[in-house]
């Protein structure tokens, strides 16, 4: 299909949540007939994990990922034990919420660490537990790998090939990718890996804009059509492999989206899916 499905939009709730409560989140979903959502674990704390789920369901909504889970690394022990059960939690929060998946940012080095491969055999090792605790369950964990300049604070998986590579050694059972293309739209061997990946491994899909030049690493993302990335064309990649999921906006933008009335960013939101998803 040349033009996405308008009813495969979901919206990250990052992408409003500076001017908007949760619950006036989904509302606006609603009323502007966006059918998925992402929210975040913070922000369901804030409104209550039953409240988020009733008002959820009530409108109808899909929860296409739920962020996040991951920081696994930690400098001992107890540290990483601490994690595992804070990622336990968060698995229990997404089956309530009926999530599609629960999305890991894995967490980049242990404070005062130069330890890189350690940091990765860490997270290999609080993915295999974590999944453990996820599998019997019945949630999906879905690895994001994020652009290399978070290495060192967010995450150390930072390519699609370490992420099939987890994959391959801890089994693809509930266990899989999000791809979200601000993280992953540079890399040469992004159809390769995604072709690696197959339609099993492909749980989630996030979109905004890469601009040039980025004015801020985090939170100078682009509303799709406003960069240089071809997300229509990498939409049609994944879709082509039978990714059946929704597109999701993700959009951290501190000068000018979150600055902006909330209706008319979900107006803008809908339209740019429409011309560039
Ligand atoms: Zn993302």
Excluded at 178 to 183: C, E, G, R, S, V
Excluded at 249 to 256: A, L, P
Aim: aromatic content about 6%; overall charge negative; charged content about 25%.
């Amino acid at each position: 299909m040349h033009q996405p499905d308008p009813h495969k939009l979901s919206l990250n709730t990052a992408t409003v949540r500076q001017q908007w409560t949760l619950a006036q989140i989904i509302e606006g979903c609603a009323r502007h007939d966006i059918r998925g959502i992402s929210p975040w674990r913070d922000q369901v704390a804030e409104l209550g994990l039953l409240q988020t789920s009733r008002m959820i369901k009530q409108h109808g909504l899909t929860v296409t990922g739920y962020c996040r889970g991951g920081m696994f690394p930690g400098n001992d022990e107890a540290e990483r034990r601490r994690h595992l059960q804070d990622n336990q939690r968060a698995v229990d929060e997404a089956l309530e919420l009926n999530a599609a998946c629960l999305v890991l940012v894995v967490g980049g080095l242990p404070a005062g660490s130069k330890d890189l491969s350690g940091a990765r055999n860490q997270v290999r090792d609080g993915l295999s537990a974590l999944l453990d605790y996820s599998r019997p369950r019945g949630m999906n964990l879905a690895i994001e790998p994020l652009h290399p300049m978070y290495a060192a604070d967010r995450a150390c998986v930072n390519t699609l090939s370490q992420a099939n590579d987890l994959c391959d050694e801890l089994g693809d059972d509930g266990l899989g990718l999000a791809i979200d293309l601000y993280h992953t739209w540079w890399d040469p061997n992004f159809q390769q890996e995604i072709t690696r990946a197959g339609s099993k491994r492909l749980l989630a899909f996030h979109i905004c804009d890469w601009l040039n030049p980025t004015q801020d690493l985090l939170e100078d993302r682009g509303m799709m059509g406003d960069g240089v990335i071809n997300i229509r064309a990498f939409r049609q990649s994944v879709e082509a492999l039978g990714y059946i999921g929704f597109h999701e906006v993700e959009i951290f933008s501190r000068k000018n989206w979150w600055m902006r009335d909330p209706d008319e960013v979900l107006r803008v939101c809908k339209a740019r899916h429409k011309e560039h998803g």
